[in-house]
Nanobody, 115 residues
């Protein structure tokens, strides 16, 4: 079973930056797609950015040019560098990791951007 620990959320001012990290541990044979989703209150979880094991990326239009996703395959960590933050980026961010085709979710980290 895969355990995910995501961290790095918090409070930032508009125009500022935060970096999220998600470390996978446990019984890991092969990690596939890794990435981040976010959820607004009362809304469904939405994709922010994901990256495949081969490095292909899918980034939401709303964050393109501001957020950068990367991964360290040796350490089983995925990062989300968030720059030029906007108040509308305020949400709970969830790490997502595929392991042998199964999806696993982190516990979520709150990101709050003040105007």
């Amino acid at each position: 079973q895969v355990q995910l620990v995501d961290s790095g959320g918090g409070l930032a001012q508009a125009g500022g930056s935060l970096r999220l990290s998600c470390a996978a541990s446990g019984i890991i044979f092969s990690l596939g797609t890794m990435g981040w989703y976010r959820q607004y209150p009362g809304k469904q979880r939405e994709l922010v950015a994901v990256i495949t094991s081969g490095g292909l990326k899918n980034i939401a239009d709303s964050v393109k040019g501001r957020f950068t996703i990367s991964r360290d395959n040796a350490k089983n960590i995925v990062y989300l560098q968030m720059d030029s933050l906007k108040p509308e980026d305020t949400a709970v961010y969830y790490c997502y990791v595929q392991e042998r085709g199964y999806g696993n979710w982190g516990q979520g980290t709150q990101v709050t951007v003040s105007s």
